[in-house]
């Protein structure tokens, strides 16, 4: 009996004596690290000007980057189409928008209907301004070769999409007058977030 709890004592003793060098051991290396990064603070070479990558940002470089449409129309370009010119630019044989949507739209995404339900979402039952489609189109379509559509023919296809939802008039020429004021059916199926991150937000 008493050799064991000399030894569960030993034992103990033992384990109290690892724990204190181990802590003891961190203690040290922390000590080590805080001072090598005071080191390596003191003796870092100051920021250079340049790192010699890169060029400035022309004023080009900057518009063909600057292309969002804003609601009001803002950012619009110059030029104009129809829906007869967007028919033609939809259905191009090579790289058309037909491939991928469909005839009317409806396989990549559907760009035509009106189903109040909004199944599926489109263009005419969910997208609340006009211009959107402009900023979409002209930044994002054709999928494989975004950007390459002149403003008149993405003007056409914005033309195309409203006419087939009939929004707007089969012939009813699409520019940076008409298109913002069109009124889309989906306007009022939003409001403006105005809350501010409070307790009203849930
Ligand atoms: C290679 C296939 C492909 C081609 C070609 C293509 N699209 Fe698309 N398009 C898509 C896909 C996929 C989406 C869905 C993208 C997403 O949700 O991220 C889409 C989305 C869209 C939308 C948004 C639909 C919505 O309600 O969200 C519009 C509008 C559109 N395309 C128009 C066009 C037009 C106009 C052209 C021709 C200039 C075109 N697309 C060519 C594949 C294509």
């Known amino acids: 009996m008493i050799w064991a709890s000399a030894d569960v004592r030993g034992l103990a003793a033992r384990a109290v004596a690892t724990i204190t060098i181990t802590v003891l051991g961190l203690s040290v290396a922390g000590g080590r690290f805080l001072e090598a990064a005071g080191q390596q603070q003191a003796s870092a070479t100051p920021r250079p000007e340049t790192f010699g990558f890169g060029r400035p940002a ?11 449409v804003m609601p009001d129309g803002t950012g619009l370009p110059p030029g ?42 489109t263009v005419g039952n969910f997208w609340s301004y006009a211009t959107t489609l402009f900023d979409y189109i002209n930044r994002a379509m054709p999928r494989p070769t975004p950007g ?38 989906a306007r009022d199926r939003f409001v403006p977030d105005d809350r501010r991150g409070g307790p009203e937000v849930r």
């Open 58 to 68: 022309t004023s080009d470089a900057i518009a063909s980057l600057d292309i969002d």
């Open 80 to 121: 104009s189409g129809t829906s007869a010119s967007g028919a033609r630019t939809w259905g191009r044989a090579c790289r058309g928008c037909r491939g991928c949507h469909g005839a009317e739209g409806g396989t990549a995404a559907a760009v035509v209907g009106r189903d109040p339900s909004g199944r599926p979402l």
């Open 148 to 185: 390459t559509l002149t403003p008149d023919q993405v003007y056409g296809l914005v033309a195309w999409i409203l006419a087939k939802n009939e929004i707007i008039a089969e012939d009813a020429a699409m520019n940076a007058e008409t298109l913002p004021a069109v009124v889309m059916p």
